[in-house]
Each structure stands twice: as structure tokens, then as C-alpha cells.
Nanobody, 122 residues
Framework: QVQLEESGGGLVHPGGSPRLSCVASGAIFGDTTRAWYRQAPGRQREEVAAINEGDDTRYADSVKGRFTISRVAVSKAHYLQMNDLKPEDTAVYYC????????????????WGRGTQVTVSS
């Protein structure tokens, strides 16, 4: 079982640059994808950024050029550096990990953190 814990949210002024962290506990095996999602009030949860074992990344169009996802495999952590925040970035941010259920299995499991609120306001 994998547990994820996010940190780094809070109240941020427009233009601010906070960094979100997600630390995993439990067994994480190869071929893992790590991601950040967000959900604003009244809207569906959306993928913000993702990174795989090869460090290939993808970003939502709304955050390209402003957000950067990174990972540190040894510490089982991944991060979201957010720059030039805008009020429309206000949301609960969730980290996600998709990993094999065992080293040789092709059964992938999806895990979520509880979320951290990011509010962008002056």
C-alpha cells in the first residue's frame, strides 16, 4: 500500500511561486508515473502535470511555461514548482502515483494524496 502526503499549499499572492511536495511511503516499483491534479470549486479534477520514469513530462496548456514537475526517485518524492500564479490557479491540488502492484506485475495501482489547498488572491 502506498500513501501520499502533499505539502506546500496555502494563500499566495498573484505572481507568487510556491512549490508543492508529495512524499510517498510504501513500496513503489518501476515504470511509475507521478502526477499533479487540481480541482477548483464546481469543476472537474484535471491533470496539471505528469512525469514518468524516463523523466518525460506533460503539462496542461493552462500551466505550460509556468509550472514544472520534477521527481527524486530515491526519496520517492515529486514536486510541482508553480510560478507566476494567477487567481484561476486556485484549487485543491492532489498528487497521484501510478505504480506496479509488484516488481514483475503488469497490474498497476493508482494512489492519491488528500490534497492541499492553493488560493491565489491579493
Amino acid at each position: 500500500q502506498v500513501q501520499l502526503e502533499e505539502s506546500g499549499g496555502g494563500l499566495v499572492h498573484p505572481g507568487g511561486s510556491p512549490r508543492l511536495s508529495c512524499v510517498a511511503s510504501g513500496a513503489i516499483f518501476g515504470d511509475t508515473t507521478r502526477a499533479w491534479y487540481r480541482q477548483a470549486p464546481g469543476r472537474q479534477r484535471e491533470e496539471v502535470a505528469a512525469i514518468n520514469e524516463g523523466d518525460d513530462t506533460r503539462y496542461a496548456d493552462s500551466v505550460k511555461g509556468r509550472f514544472t514537475i520534477s521527481r527524486v526517485a530515491v526519496s520517492k518524492a515529486h514536486y510541482l514548482q508553480m510560478n507566476d500564479l494567477k487567481p484561476e490557479d486556485t484549487a485543491v491540488y492532489y498528487c497521484q502515483v501510478i505504480t506496479r502492484s509488484s516488481p514483475t506485475s503488469y497490474d498497476y495501482r493508482e494512489y492519491w494524496g488528500r490534497g492541499t489547498q492553493v488560493t491565489v488572491s491579493s
